[in-house]
């Protein structure tokens, strides 16, 4: 019955029938099943980019679908989860965890709520200025982010992210668990292409944490994280 319901659904969607056959056949193909989802035009040797049409993350019926016998060993979603409610989060991070494999990662970057930019702020948050965060439904923390790990069952890895007081931390160590373009070492935009813009950047952070740009040569930054299979 519900592979039928399934079939009935993608007859009316000629763009999901066809993601989701080829999105199968990767996945049957695959050694070590590496999802890149909502991978825009990103392509990663070892990754299967997928997009909402074909898998879509608040669905849990997607990955029962896709991943009754087979296992995924790494997520990646790179300024995605912004894009969904919180409680669609939470149960993506519940729903996911049968198709994981012990110590699978699920790696995550979004806007980091604690940037100690007011101006980087009003661009990304829910409703922001920047082109597509009118769409972003929630502004996470590096607290909020370990809270929901903690609560969900995941050991949380920081790698980048503002504390509470706009103090940068970062430890990048590989990419192994999936390549970030929005951190301080690979960001490349606005702030990196526009010198009134980084002044912007500049002039609407306190006094006292400017100097971690300069000394850092950072600008934007993603708040990034690994979250793991416990």
């Given at each position: 019955m519900f592979h039928k319901v399934i079939s009935m659904r993608l007859f009316r969607n000629p763009l999901s029938i066809f993601g989701r056959r080829r999105l199968a056949d990767k996945i049957l193909r695959a050694d070590c099943v590496r999802l890149n989802i909502g991978a825009g035009r990103t392509r990663y040797k070892g990754w299967i980019s997928v997009e909402k049409?074909?898998?879509d993350i608040t669905r849990p019926e997607d990955f029962s679908y896709f991943f009754g016998h087979k296992k995924i060993s790494k997520i990646l979603l790179e300024h995605v989860v912004e894009h969904i409610q919180q409680e669609d989060f939470l149960e993506f991070l519940t729903h996911v965890k049968i198709n994981l494999v012990p110590g699978a990662t699920i790696r995550i970057a979004v806007p980091d709520a604690y940037h100690p930019s007011e101006y980087v702020r009003e661009l990304t948050k829910p409703g922001g200025l920047e082109p597509g965060a009118d769409d972003h439904k929630v502004f996470y923390s590096i607290d909020l982010m370990t809270d929901i790990a903690s609560k969900h069952g995941y050991t949380i890895k920081p790698i980048e992210f503002f504390d509470s007081k706009g103090f940068f931390h970062t430890d990048i160590?590989?990419?192994n668990n999936g390549y970030i373009s929005r951190c301080s070492t690979n960001?490349?935009?606005r702030f990196t292409s526009n010198k009134d813009e980084f002044a912007k950047?500049?002039?609407?952070?306190p006094a006292d944490l400017r100097h971690q740009f300069i000394d850092n040569s950072i600008s934007y930054t993603s708040l990034f994280v690994d979250f793991i299979k416990e």
């Open positions: 049409y074909a898998l160590d590989s990419w960001y490349e935009g950047l500049i002039e609407t952070t």
